[in-house]
């Protein structure tokens, strides 16, 4: 395996229901990030890890997310009671240090 | 806060031509990397090229260039010899740890 890979591609939930996305980083690489990306706009920052540790996240993850690297390998984002406005492309990226971040092809949400 | 501006939605341009999109952005930090990135229509970001800003020499990548003016803040990407696989989004991002992008620009290639 030579990229991230995330799943699932594609989430249809309905409104109120939990969702939980994976996350699988290249292997060596120690820094996990999170992307929230909506139609015509730039990808978003939720969050992001280095090794096991989550260092830093927006003021745009509400108590609604959560996101875990348990072993400082795969991450999980989970969103509770989702709402419409959580419809977007979920983005998960990995990188080695500053070096720029490899990106996966994300998970598209749809929330009914 | 860091903030980028990509003053140019959409840009267009003729198969095997030359188009630059531009970049500019807000940083305090001083030692840091800038990338350009690719969003096809499928939705993948592809990096396309990145640049460490302690170096003066600008990044060449192929086809895929960069002028980086460290004291004005302006970071634009140039694309020689275009081809009809470049039409894309393309998304200017210095980096922050975590990377904030651009709006983006729309790049159309006219065959």
């Known amino acids: 395996d030579t990229g991230v890979s995330q799943d699932p591609r594609h989430k249809i939930t309905k409104r109120g229901q939990n969702v939980t996305f994976r996350c699988d980083p290249i292997s060596e690489h120690n820094r996990l990030y999170w992307y929230r990306q909506t139609l015509g706009q730039g990808p978003e920052f939720l969050t992001y890890f280095q090794n096991e540790a989550q260092l830093e996240k927006s003021r745009l993850l509400s108590d609604r997310f959560s996101a875990e690297r348990p072993k400082g390998s795969f991450s999980t984002l989970e969103i509770q009671r989702t709402e419409q406005g959580d419809s977007a492309m979920y983005l998960c990226?990995?990188?080695?240090?500053?070096?720029?971040?490899?990106f996966g092809p994300g998970t598209r949400l749809t929330v009914l | 806060a860091q903030t980028v501006t990509q003053s140019q939605p959409e840009m267009s341009v003729q198969e095997a031509e030359t188009v630059t999109l531009s970049c500019t952005y807000d940083?305090?930090?001083?030692?840091?990397?800038l990338f350009w990135y690719k969003q096809p229509p499928s939705r993948q970001m592809i990096l396309v090229i990145r640049q460490e800003a302690y170096k003066q020499q600008n990044a060449t990548e192929n086809r895929f260039s960069v002028n980086f003016q460290k004291a004005a803040k302006s970071f634009s990407l140039k694309i020689s010899d275009s081809q009809l696989g470049d039409a894309a989004m393309y998304f200017c991002?210095?980096?922050?740890?975590?990377?904030?992008f651009g709006k983006g620009t729309r790049l159309s290639v006219i065959a």
């Open positions: 940083t305090s930090e001083s030692d840091y990397y």
């Open positions: 990226a990995s990188s080695l240090g500053p070096q720029g971040g490899f």
């Open positions: 991002a210095p980096w922050g740890t975590p990377l904030v």
